[in-house]
């Protein structure tokens, strides 16, 4: 009993620094992509404002397509720079999960099975919170993204508009939601990803067994 106890408190161990060093690179993962996500649109979002204003101020009038464009540019603009200081300054599930008091407590106590069964808890839920918003996320903006490429497209092919400024910006900006929809829906998150990973590493058991112990598992 004592070896089965020792063995099992240094399998407790290994499984706590495992789930320690998962969960670290995870965050890495999600941090990164985070912040270059939220880089990239808010860059892009200024630069569309900078030429949605550029359009504005050299249109002939506010009823023409140089306006309309320039309209659409600034909204989809402020939109983009919102969704990127948002992806800034906002932290993602995996992070959340490792500054959680379970957490700390298992880094400095890896051998504490309640500790372990907390994170895991935790981290099924962090995973499970980011599918969720990735799969809204998704869906908004393919739903965004259909509605504009629609709306161009009967102007351009079915009314008066034909292709101009105006028509074509709005056909650009619904191609551009539907592109980001499609990798938001397609794409898994670090913490899902992360999960998965840990579901398909280590699982043991030791078993009492006549004269000695069984160990069984996945190593």
């Known amino acids: 009993m004592l070896l089965a106890t020792f063995v099992s408190a ?16 995870a965050v890495a993962v999600e941090r990164r992509r985070r912040q270059m996500a ?8 200024g630069v569309r404002m900078i030429g949605g204003g550029a359009l504005l101020g050299t249109a002939p009038n506010l009823d023409g397509g140089r306006a309309r464009a ?15 200081v948002f992806s800034l300054t906002h932290r993602g599930p995996m992070e959340q999960l490792q500054r ?23 981290w099924t839920d962090a995973a ?4 969720r918003l990735r799969l809204i996320a998704g869906t ?6 259909s509605a504009l490429s629609v709306a161009a497209s009967v102007r351009i092919w079915g009314l008066d508009d034909g292709w101009n400024l105006h028509t074509s910006t709005v056909l650009f900006t619904g191609m551009l939601y539907i592109g980001r929809g499609v990798i938001n829906v397609i794409e898994k998150s670090p913490a899902e990803r992360s999960i998965m990973e840990n579901q398909r ?7 009492p067994t006549f004269g000695g112990l069984s160990l069984s598992g996945r190593f």
Request: proline share 1%.
């Open 100 to 122: 959680s008091r379970s957490f700390q407590i298992l880094r400095v106590a890896p051998n504490s099975e309640v500790s372990i069964a907390a994170v895991q808890r935790a």
């Open 128 to 131: 499970r919170r980011a599918r």
């Open 201 to 207: 590493s280590r699982s043991w058991a030791i078993t």
């Open 38 to 45: 939220g880089i990239l649109q808010t860059t892009t979002g």
């Open 140 to 145: 908004t903006s393919l739903l965004a993204g």
């Open 10 to 25: 240094t399998l407790l161990a290994a499984d706590g620094d495992s789930v320690v060093q998962q969960v670290d690179a």
């Open 70 to 84: 320039g309209s659409v540019h600034l909204f989809a603009g402020g939109v983009s720079i919102g969704l990127g």
